[in-house]
């Protein structure tokens, strides 16, 4: 861009000559300052203020999303964390129902719905898994003795899954978590068995079931893949009415007597876990506890 002068001139008077006579013409002039600018600087110029006008638009829009989703991540861990405090609790209500042996507790209503979730997305599963690892680091730091009389108890009880008994759709879609999940109980004992038989552990089976329905329970077991174990232990007629845990007591003592010292006993329930002898490793199986208000829910 340039200034520049620009000269007017106005003719007030002239001087001419004529006939040996002049005319004399006098003049004023006028300075106008101002700026030049070249077609092509001016479209530099333009372009350049649209430029920083975009900019500025498109700052703006990534201020606005980034607003947003600060929002909407700042909701979701909220959220995230009304989940987890939510399942930290029901975990708690159901390990105090285990402890007190409450078969048919009435689990408060957000328990219930959490419950179809925890199978359903995966949680379970993830917690069996976990459940796995401990036992097997700790299996992997021992040896069974050369005589063959260290045993290891696993509750079988609870892995099969059970008949169904009702076709409401509302009640089938509970019944499939329940297949489900003991389905995941299934093959989490199934592995570990088989790592413990292959790691040369006597491995004995518990079951609350009645001993009528020893070929039964046999047959169930032989179909889920179970093999060689050392011996099966159900209830005896006259424990119908026995409570859980002495019926595990009194299949202890039996084991004992025989000369075989129990290294590890593992179930999903206290029943089978309550022992005095601080020498034996005891696992708790995580349980979903559907079973435990599934009639509940249906009413």
């Given at each position: 861009?340039?200034?520049?002068?620009?000269?007017?001139?106005?003719?007030?008077?002239?001087?001419?000559?004529?006939?040996?006579?002049?005319?004399?013409?006098?003049?004023?002039?006028?300075?106008?300052?101002?700026?030049?600018?070249t077609?092509?600087?001016?479209?530099?110029?333009?372009?350049?203020?649209?430029?920083?006008?975009?900019?500025?638009?498109?700052?703006?829009?990534?201020?606005?999303m980034?607003?947003q989703?600060?929002?909407?991540?700042?909701?979701?861990?909220?959220?995230?964390?009304?989940i987890?405090?939510?399942?930290?609790?029901?975990?708690?209500?159901?390990?105090?129902?285990k402890?007190?042996?409450?078969?048919?507790?009435?689990?408060?209503?957000?328990?219930?719905?959490?419950?179809?979730?925890?199978?359903?997305?995966?949680?379970?599963?993830?917690?069996?898994?976990?459940?796995?690892?401990?036992?097997?680091?700790?299996?992997?730091?021992?040896?069974?003795?050369?005589?063959?009389?260290?045993?290891?108890?696993?509750?079988?009880?609870?892995?099969?899954?059970?008949?169904?008994?009702?076709?409401?759709?509302?009640?089938?879609s509970?019944?499939?978590?329940?297949?489900?999940?003991?389905?995941?109980?299934?093959?989490?004992?199934l592995?570990?068995?088989?790592?413990?038989?292959?790691?040369?552990?006597?491995?004995?089976?518990?079951?609350?079931?009645?001993?009528?329905?020893?070929?039964?329970?046999i047959?169930?077991?032989?179909?889920?893949?179970?093999?060689?174990?050392?011996?099966?232990?159900?209830?005896?007629?006259?424990?119908?009415?026995?409570?859980?845990?002495?019926?595990?007591?009194?299949?202890r003592?039996?084991?004992?007597?025989?000369?075989?010292?129990?290294?590890?006993?593992?179930?999903?329930?206290?029943?089978?876990?309550?022992v005095a002898?601080?020498?034996?490793?005891i696992?708790?199986?995580?349980?979903?506890?559907?079973?435990?208000?599934?009639?509940q829910?249906?009413?």
């Amino acid at each position: 861009m340039s200034a520049y002068g620009h000269q007017v001139e106005r003719m007030n008077s002239t001087r001419s000559l004529s006939g040996g006579g002049s005319e004399l013409r006098r003049s004023s002039f006028v300075l106008e300052s101002g700026f030049y600018i070249t077609s092509f600087a001016a479209t530099i110029f333009v372009v350049a203020l649209a430029a920083t006008g975009l900019l500025l638009i498109t700052l703006l829009v990534s201020l606005a999303m980034m607003l947003q989703s600060c929002q909407s991540s700042h909701a979701g861990i909220i959220q995230l964390q009304n989940i987890n405090d939510e399942y930290n609790y029901c975990k708690l209500y159901s390990l105090h129902a285990k402890l007190n042996n409450l078969e048919r507790h009435n689990f408060p209503s957000l328990c219930k719905d959490l419950a179809m979730k925890y199978i359903k997305e995966g949680q379970y599963a993830r917690d069996l898994d976990s459940t796995k690892s401990v036992i097997e680091d700790y299996f992997n730091s021992v040896r069974p003795s050369d005589d063959g009389l260290d045993v290891v108890l696993i509750d079988i009880d609870g892995i099969f899954p059970p008949i169904p008994h009702s076709s409401n759709l509302f009640q089938s879609s509970i019944n499939n978590c329940i297949l489900e999940a003991k389905n995941l109980k299934r093959m989490l004992v199934l592995r570990l068995y088989m790592n413990l038989h292959a790691g040369g552990w006597s491995i004995i089976l518990l079951s609350r079931e009645h001993g009528t329905r020893q070929n039964v329970t046999i047959n169930h077991l032989l179909s889920a893949g179970f093999r060689d174990w050392s011996s099966l232990m159900m209830s005896e007629e006259d424990e119908e009415s026995t409570k859980g845990n002495e019926c595990f007591a009194r299949q202890r003592n039996v084991i004992q007597k025989k000369g075989f010292r129990i290294i590890s006993i593992m179930s999903s329930q206290m029943d089978a876990l309550t022992v005095a002898d601080r020498g034996i490793r005891i696992f708790l199986l995580p349980d979903p506890i559907f079973d435990k208000f599934k009639q509940q829910r249906r009413a």
